[in-house]
């Protein structure tokens, strides 16, 4: 079973900015969509940007601009470059599938980021 383990989280100023990686196991990975979703306190977990197999991205409204989603397929990761971070962006990031949630969610990665 593909297990994924999200990481590069952290604690930052308003303005900063993040990479966050999320490795895979498995080869099934590469003919996913990927999706990088988060979860705020007392909030549902939402799709904040997806990429498809051969790269076609998109973000939601909140991110556009913003954050960038890729993948490198060799190396079974999904990467998500967030830059001019605000608070609102404050959440438990994770990976996953799109549409479907197809694997079993990993530990996610917290960011935070302060004003």
């Known amino acids: 079973q593909v297990q994924l383990v999200e990481s590069g989280g952290g604690l930052v100023q308003a303005g900063g900015s993040l990479r966050l990686s999320c490795a895979a196991s498995?080869?099934?990975?590469?003919?996913?969509?990927m999706g990088w979703y988060r979860q705020a306190p007392g909030k549902q977990r939402a799709l904040v940007a997806r990429?498809?197999?051969?790269?076609?991205?998109n973000y939601a409204d909140s991110v556009k601009g913003r954050f960038t989603i890729s993948r490198d397929n060799a190396k079974n990761t999904v990467y998500l470059q967030m830059n001019s971070l605000k608070p609102e962006d404050t959440a438990v990031y994770y990976c996953?599938?799109?549409?479907?949630?197809?694997?079993?969610w990993g530990q996610g990665t917290q960011v935070t980021v302060s004003s």
């Open positions: 990429i498809t197999s051969n790269g076609f991205t």
């Open positions: 498995g080869s099934i990975f590469s003919r996913n969509t």
């Open positions: 996953n599938g799109w549409p479907t949630v197809s694997f079993r």
